[in-house]
C-alpha cells in the first residue's frame, strides 16, 4: 500500500487531513476517516447525495472495451499532452490526479510513460477507485463526489486528468498547482454517433465539447491546446455491446448493440465513430 495523505483535506471542515495511524487519518478537528488495507480512503462531505457512480458491470464493459485498444489514439493524446505540459515542470516526481478514473486506464497510460510519478485515483464508485488504485503505481484512492467541493487541498496536483467525467471548474483551478495542467476529454457531438443514432447511447447536445472552454475560463484557467482525436476503428457486436455497456443507458442497451442487424434487418455498421477533443488548460501566465 502506498497511501498518501498529502493530498487530502477534511471534507467536513477542510483542514488538513494527516496520518494518525497507519489505518487512519484525520483534522485538527477531530474528524476521523478510515483507509482500507488497499490504501482507499471515502471523504464524502455530510449529506452527500447517494449517487454511486459506475457499477462493476458498467466497469467490466469498460475495461474490457479499453483492452481493445479502441480509445488508445485518445490515450496517447493525453499522454502527449501530460508530458509536455505539466509533468516535467518541477523537476520532482510529479503528482498526477486523476478525477472520474474508472478502471484507471488513462493514469496507467500517464505511469508507463513517466514512471517517476504518482497518482491519486478519485471516483464515486468504491469499485472503480478500488480497480484504479490497485493496477497504478505509487497510487493513493479516493471515493469521493466531484459535484462537492473536493476534499483535496490547494495547490497539490501537477496534472489533473479529466476524462469523460463529471467537471468542477472552480475546484479543479484551486487544486492545481500554479504551473499544473488540466488535461480535459470531452466526446464530440459525433462520437459513437452510429450507436446513438440507433438510440443505445444518449445524444451529445451539439457544441457541448466547446462550452466547456467557457467553464473553465471562468474558474481562471486558460486554453493552451485543443487536439482533435477522430478516427474510425471496426466494433464488432461484441464491442459494440461494450461500448453500450460502459455508459449510463447500460440496461437495456446492452442486448441491441450486441445484435448483427438492425431494425429493418440490415447489418449493423462494421465501423464506429472515435471523435473528441482533448483539453489543455493552465493559469493564465503559465504558458512556457
Ligand atoms: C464515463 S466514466 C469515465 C471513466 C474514465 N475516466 C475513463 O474514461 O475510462 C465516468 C466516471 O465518472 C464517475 N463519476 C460519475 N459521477 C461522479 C461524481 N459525482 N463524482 C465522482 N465520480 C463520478 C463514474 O463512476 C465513472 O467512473
Known amino acids: ?19 494518525i495511524d497507519d489505518l487512519s487519518i484525520g483534522c485538527a478537528n477531530g474528524h476521523r476517516f478510515d483507509v482500507s ?65 474508472g ?38 484512492g479516493v471515493v469521493l463526489d466531484l459535484w462537492q467541493p473536493l476534499p483535496l487541498r490547494d495547490d ?19 487544486i492545481l498547482r500554479p504551473r499544473g495542467r488540466l488535461i480535459v476529454v470531452v466526446p464530440t457531438a459525433r462520437h459513437l454517433r452510429e450507436l446513438r443514432a440507433a438510440g443505445e447511447l444518449l445524444e451529445i447536445p451539439e457544441g457541448k465539447a466547446e462550452r466547456v472552454v467557457d467553464q473553465f475560463d471562468g474558474a481562471g484557467l486558460t486554453l493552451f491546446e485543443r487536439t482533435p482525436v477522430e478516427y474510425r476503428p471496426e466494433a464488432d457486436a461484441t464491442v459494440r455491446a461494450q461500448l453500450a455497456g460502459m455508459g449510463p443507458s447500460a440496461h437495456h442497451a446492452g442486448a441491441l448493440a450486441g445484435r448483427t442487424t438492425g431494425d429493418n434487418g440490415a447489418p449493423q455498421p462494421l465501423t464506429v465513430s472515435v471523435d473528441v477533443l482533448v483539453f489543455v488548460f493552465g493559469r493564465s501566465g503559465s504558458s512556457s
Open 1 to 19: 500500500m502506498s497511501f498518501d495523505a498529502t493530498w487530502f483535506r477534511c471534507p467536513n471542515c477542510f483542514e488538513n487531513l494527516s496520518a
Open 103 to 140: 478502471t484507471g486506464y488513462y493514469a496507467a497510460r500517464v505511469a508507463d510513460a513517466v514512471p517517476l510519478s504518482t497518482f491519486l485515483a478519485a471516483d464515486r464508485s468504491p469499485i472503480a477507485v478500488r480497480v484504479a488504485t490497485r493496477d497504478l503505481p505509487r497510487a493513493t
Open 156 to 174: 497539490i496536483a501537477d496534472v489533473v486528468l479529466n476524462v469523460f467525467a463529471p467537471r468542477h471548474p472552480s475546484e479543479f483551478a484551486r
Open 37 to 101: 488495507r488497499q490504501g482507499t480512503v471515502t471523504l464524502l462531505p455530510p449529506r452527500t447525495p447517494k449517487t454511486v457512480g459506475d457499477t462493476r458491470e458498467m466497469l467490466d464493459a469498460r475495461r474490457d472495451v479499453l483492452d481493445t485498444g479502441l480509445f488508445g489514439p485518445i490515450a496517447d493524446a493525453v499522454v502527449e499532452a501530460a508530458d509536455t505540459g505539466g509533468l516535467r515542470l518541477s523537476g520532482e516526481p510529479a503528482r498526477v490526479a486523476d478525477l472520474g478514473c
